[in-house]
C-alpha cells in the first residue's frame, strides 16, 4: 500500500506538469495568493508547535536537540527567501509529501544513516526528473534554480522527519557495505544531472557586429540555418495577444495532450526577443529596441515574416535615427535576454568533467568494494 501510494503520487508529480501553470495563473487572476500565504502560516504554526512539544513535554533541551531545531527552522526560512513568487513555494508541499512517502517506504529496509541518504538520492532524482519535464514543455519553464529548491525542500523534510518527529530504531551510523550502492546512485544522479544541464542550460554566446551579442541555444549558423530553410504558417508566427488565432473547439483528452507537446525553442528565442524589444519601446530605451529588433530579422525572421509586430524599414530607421545609431557602425550591444544559458562553458569540457567525476566515483566504490571483502575475509 505504502509502495502504491508513492508511486501514485510520483506520477501524480510528474504528469501533471504541464497543467500547473494554468492553476497558478488562476491563483493570480484571481487574487488568491492570500491562500498559500495562510497554508504557510499553518507551516509555521505546526513546526512552533512540533519544537514546543519536544521542548516542554519531551524534555529534550539538551544543546544538540536546540541546534537541530535551529536548523531546520533555517532551512525552512532560507527556502522562503529564495523563492521570489509566493506560488511558486509550493515546491515545499510537493517535495515535503514526496519525502515523507519515501521515508514510509524505505524506513522497511533501512534503519540506519543510509536511510536518510536514499530519500535524499531519490528525491534528488525526482527533482531533476521534474524539472526536465518542465523544460520540455512549452508551458513550464525548467532551470537549475528549481533543483537547488527541491534540494532544500528536501532537507527540510529531512530534518523535520529526524528531528521534529524523531522516529525510533534509526542509528546515525553508515554500515561499509552499504557505501558501494550509495556512490553507485551518485553517479547515476551525477548523469541525470548532467545531461538536464546540456540540455537546458549550456548554450552559445553569438556575436554580432551589426546586431550587438546574444544567448541563444542554437550556435551562430544554426541560427541562419533555421532563418533560411525554416517557414511557419502566418497563425503559428508572433502574434499580438488580441490577434492569437481562435483555436477550434476539441474534447479534452486532446486539449490535455496537446501541453505535450515539445517546445519549439527557437521560437521561444524570437518570443523573448520581441517582448524585450517592445518593453524596451515603451521605456523609451530606442538602441535597446533598435538592436533587439535586428536580431529578430536576421536570425528570427521566419517568426515574424507576416507578423503585426514586424517593424516596417521606415520605423526601424526611425528608432534608429532617434536612438543616434549611426548606420552601418559596430555594436556593443548585449541582450539581457535568455541569461540562464550558460554561454562560458564548452559541452566537451562540461562532459569531460563529468567523466572525471564518475571515474573518481567508481573508484571510490570499488576500493569500498574490495575493503569490504577484505574484513568480511580476515580470519578471526
Known amino acids: 500500500m505504502k509502495k502504491s501510494m508513492l508511486g501514485a503520487y510520483l506520477v501524480f508529480l510528474i504528469m501533471t506538469i504541464p497543467y500547473v501553470r494554468f492553476f497558478q495563473d488562476y491563483i493570480k487572476i484571481n487574487k488568491l495568493t492570500g491562500l498559500y500565504d495562510w497554508l504557510l502560516v499553518c507551516i509555521i504554526v505546526f513546526l512552533v508547535a512540533c519544537v514546543g512539544y519536544n521542548l516542554f513535554f519531551k524534555k529534550m533541551v539538551r544543546l544538540r536537540y536546540l541546534i537541530s531545531y535551529g536548523i531546520t527552522l533555517f532551512i525552512f526560512f532560507l527556502g522562503m527567501l529564495a523563492i521570489g513568487e509566493t506560488v511558486e513555494r509550493v515546491h515545499f508541499i510537493e517535495y515535503g509529501i514526496c519525502v515523507y512517502l519515501l521515508f514510509t517506504v524505505l524506513k522497511e529496509h533501512f534503519h540506519d544513516l543510509s536511510l536518510y541518504i536514499w530519500i535524499f538520492l531519490c528525491s534528488f532524482a525526482v527533482g531533476i526528473a521534474d524539472e526536465w519535464v518542465q523544460w520540455f514543455v512549452p508551458s513550464r519553464f525548467g532551470e537549475f534554480r528549481d533543483i537547488y529548491i ?22 546515525l551510523t553508515l554500515p561499509r557495505h552499504r557505501i558501494r550502492f550509495l556512490l553507485w546512485a551518485l553517479m547515476f544522479l551525477t548523469i541525470e544531472l548532467g545531461i538536464f544541464i546540456q540540455c537546458a542550460h549550456l548554450g552559445f554566446l553569438v556575436r554580432d557586429e551589426h546586431t550587438g551579442s546574444f544567448r541563444s ?12 530553410k525554416r517557414s511557419y504558417p502566418v497563425d503559428m508566427q508572433i502574434q499580438p495577444l488580441s490577434k492569437q488565432p481562435i483555436i477550434p ?22 518570443e523573448f526577443h520581441c517582448g524585450e524589444r517592445n518593453r524596451a519601446l515603451d521605456r523609451q530605451k530606442f538602441v535597446q529596441a533598435y538592436y533587439e529588433n535586428a536580431l529578430l530579422e536576421k536570425y528570427y525572421r521566419p517568426l515574424i515574416q507576416d507578423s503585426p509586430l514586424r517593424w516596417s524599414e521606415s520605423k526601424a530607421a526611425e528608432v534608429r535615427k532617434t536612438a543616434g545609431i549611426a548606420a552601418g557602425g559596430p555594436s556593443r550591444y548585449f541582450s539581457p535576454v535568455l541569461n540562464h544559458y550558460w ?18 566515483i567508481m573508484f571510490l566504490a570499488k576500493k569500498v568494494h574490495t575493503s569490504t571483502n577484505g574484513l568480511s575475509e580476515k580470519p578471526n
Open 150 to 171: 527541491n534540494l532544500l525542500a528536501t532537507l527540510f523534510g529531512l530534518f523535520c522527519i529526524h528531528f521534529l518527529f524523531r522516529p525510533s530504531g534509526i542509528v
Open 217 to 228: 541555444l542554437f550556435s551562430q549558423r544554426t541560427l541562419l540555418e533555421h532563418t533560411q
Open 249 to 270: 473547439k476539441q474534447s479534452l483528452a486532446v486539449r490535455l495532450l496537446v501541453m505535450w507537446q515539445k517546445e519549439d525553442f527557437y521560437k521561444t528565442e524570437a
Open 343 to 360: 554561454t562560458g562553458v564548452d559541452w566537451k569540457a562540461f562532459w569531460a568533467v563529468i567523466a572525471v567525476l564518475c571515474a573518481l
